[in-house]
T-cell receptor, first 114, second 115 residues
């Protein structure tokens, strides 16, 4: 069965610093990978996705992630964060043959301080 | 833009009440999903539906049922609410094809408190 582990529940960082949010998954088949962001009191919004092609994917708001099949990871990165990036971030995986069912990680709270 | 609308942002109900959470999407999506979100647990799938009148159990269906009489509407029903169902409930929808079915669009959520 597939599962997703986000290795950090909380990540505090200062404004303009780089950040990496870590995500590892387990699956026996090819997967599709996603990062969603949830701003306070809102639903989830797609940040970026890996379905095929280049393993380095770029998303909205300057975020990017790299799919590493050998390490079964999909870490999210941003070179310089803003206060407005404060939110909860969720990594998710789909095996594609499940009709688009997603399995989510536990979430990482990113807190950007001035 | 895809819009997924959940009828209530906040609900307070009493133990034993029957609770209906409504979700409507405006993009003619085939697939609809109900999740609950709890701190430290992420999102867990309760039920999903691939078509009208079709439903499939997710990972935590106990205590819940769903209804999909029209393509755009997917309702989550708590037959007899209990305090352990106090949570944030999120509805999502997705379309067809490799790209469409794998990208879910979420509503703003309903925060349910059962007293």
């Amino acid at each position: 069965a597939q599962s997703v582990t986000q290795l950090d529940s909380q990540v505090p960082v200062f404004e303009e610093a780089p950040v990496e949010l870590r995500c590892n998954y387990s699956s026996s088949v090819s997967v599709y990978l996603f990062w969603y962001v949830q701003y306070p009191n809102q639903g989830l919004q797609l940040l970026l996705k890996y379905l095929s092609g280049s393993t380095l994917v770029k998303g909205i708001n300057g975020f990017e992630a790299e799919f590493n099949k050998s390490q079964t990871s999909f870490h999210l990165r941003k070179p310089s964060v803003h206060i407005s990036d404060t939110a909860e971030y969720f990594c998710a995986v789909s095996e594609g043959n499940q009709g688009g069912k997603l399995i989510f990680g536990q979430g990482t709270e990113l807190s950007v301080k001035p | 833009d895809v819009k997924v609308t959940q009828s209530s942002r906040y609900l307070v109900k009493r133990t034993g009440e029957k609770v209906f959470l409504e979700c409507v999407q405006d993009m003619d999506h085939e697939n609809m999903f109900w999740y609950r979100q709890d701190p430290g647990l992420g999102l867990r799938l309760i039920y999903f539906s691939y078509d009208v009148k079709m439903k499939e159990k997710g990972d935590i269906p106990e205590g819940y049922s769903v209804s999909r009489e029209k393509k755009e509407r997917f309702s989550l029903i708590l037959e007899s609410a209990s305090t352990n169902q106090t949570s944030m409930y999120l509805c999502a929808s997705s379309g067809q094809g490799l790209w469409g079915k794998n990208i879910q669009y979420f509503g703003a959520g309903t925060r349910l408190s059962v007293l």
